[in-house]
């Protein structure tokens, strides 16, 4: 069974106060692990997918990791406007529709 | 606006209530997907739909019934809920095969509350 299991809960952070959020993952055929951000009642929105280890992407003050365990997204001199819930998913290799298995996700709090 | 639109945004029930929530996609993608989030709890799928096939989590009760009439609409129905059952439910669309892919895209969702 895919597990996905984030760290930690629940992060407050200083502006400008970088830091990392975890996600590791266990799964049979990775096909791709993402990463969304989620505000107080919306829907999560897309930031990153990331396809095999060692991938890494960026996207303003966010930059996504992968390793064949785990991935990280690290916030570099993070904003009060980057405060949401951070969400990891993973898709496995297995059946036609895109199947997302997530973790309980990171709520990330930044300090003015 | 996501391409993706659920209405209503808040709904409050009874448990002797039926009740449908609706999902909108105007994205062109072939596949839709009903989840529910619940507090502390990671998204959990209830059902999924695609031009192949239609998956269902099998711990889902019987008195949530989907019901997928074309590639762009998705409908919930609720009927003789619990109070457990009240979440934030997240719809969501993509396109299959398609490996540069954002995953899904999700609508606001629907907050459910039943009383």
């Known amino acids: 069974e895919d597990q996905v299991t984030q760290s930690p809960e629940a992060l407050r952070l200083q502006e400008g106060e970088s830091s990392s959020l975890n996600c590791s993952y266990t799964?049979?055929?990775?096909?791709?692990l993402f990463w969304y951000r989620q505000d107080p009642g919306k829907g999560p929105e897309f930031l990153f997918t990331?396809?095999?280890a060692g991938e890494e992407k960026e996207k303003e003050r966010l930059k996504a990791t992968l390793t064949k365990k785990e991935s990280f997204l690290h916030i570099t001199a993070p904003k009060p406007e980057d405060s949401a819930t951070y969400l990891c998913a993973v898709h496995r290799s297995s059946g036609s529709a895109r199947q997302l298995t997530f973790g309980s996700g990171t709520q990330l709090t930044v300090l003015p | 606006e996501t391409g993706v639109t659920q209405t209503p945004r808040h709904l409050v029930m009874g448990m002797t209530n039926k009740k449908s929530l609706k999902c909108e996609q105007h994205l062109g993608h072939n596949a839709m997907y009903w989840y529910k989030q619940s507090a502390k709890k990671p998204l959990e799928l209830m059902f999924v739909?695609?031009?192949?096939?239609?998956?269902e989590n099998n711990s889902v009760p019987s008195r949530f019934s989907p019901e997928c009439p074309n590639s762009s609409h998705l409908f919930l129905h609720l009927h003789t809920l619990q109070p457990e059952d009240s979440a934030l439910y997240l719809c969501a669309s993509s396109q299959n095969r398609d490996r540069g892919s954002r995953g899904y895209t999700f609508g606001s969702g629907t907050r459910l509350t039943v009383v």
């Open positions: 799964v049979s055929g990775l096909r791709g």
């Open positions: 990331l396809y095999s």
């Open positions: 739909y695609s031009l192949e096939e239609r998956v």
